[in-house]
């Protein structure tokens, strides 16, 4: 190794160094609805950020635990999956488990989240099952809400 090119810890802190540039490995999904329920596509629940314009009452459901299990390569137990929402139309929308996934909120157990207009919202799924695998005849997922904020408007 010639010499002043080992990287040394010091050198690579970001408090020493300046900004350090985060490369987000996901592309923004958009989703315009006008009312009635749609399913959220596997690249729109993967996608890591779903813009939401909401135009009329819109409901949202996740997809299956089968497809968010056939659109992940090498998909385990503990695979986790994060995903923020904005809905930045005129009306509230209505978030929806769907077969195979469990709704876990902080206050209590439900199946339907809403989120009002100009509001942001992160979810998380977990695999909690895949079929076949440890004994488990069925895909599962575990769905966590992390709470709602404001979003800002331009």
Do not use: H
Not at 11 to 28: A, E, I, Y
Not at 93 to 117: C, D, E, H, K, Q
């Amino acid at each position: 190794m010639a010499l002043g090119t080992r990287r040394t810890p010091e050198r690579m802190s970001p408090l020493l160094s300046g900004v350090v540039l985060q490369k987000l490995n996901f592309l923004p999904q958009t989703l315009t609805t006008g009312g009635g329920v749609v399913t959220l596509t596997a690249a729109q629940a993967l996608g890591g950020f779903l813009a939401l314009n909401c135009d009329d009452a819109q409901t949202c459901k996740f997809p299956t635990a089968d497809v968010l299990c056939a659109a992940i390569p090498g998909v385990e137990e503990g695979t986790a999956i994060y995903l923020d929402v904005i809905n930045y139309g005129d009306t509230t929308a209505t978030f929806a488990i769907n077969t195979g996934i469990t709704n876990y909120t902080p206050v209590t157990v439900v199946s339907v989240l809403t989120m009002a207009t100009l509001t942001a919202r992160k979810f998380l799924l977990i695999c909690t099952g895949v079929n076949g695998v440890n004994g488990k005849t069925a895909n599962s997922w575990n769905l966590y809400s992390f709470g709602i904020t404001a979003a800002a408007v331009a």
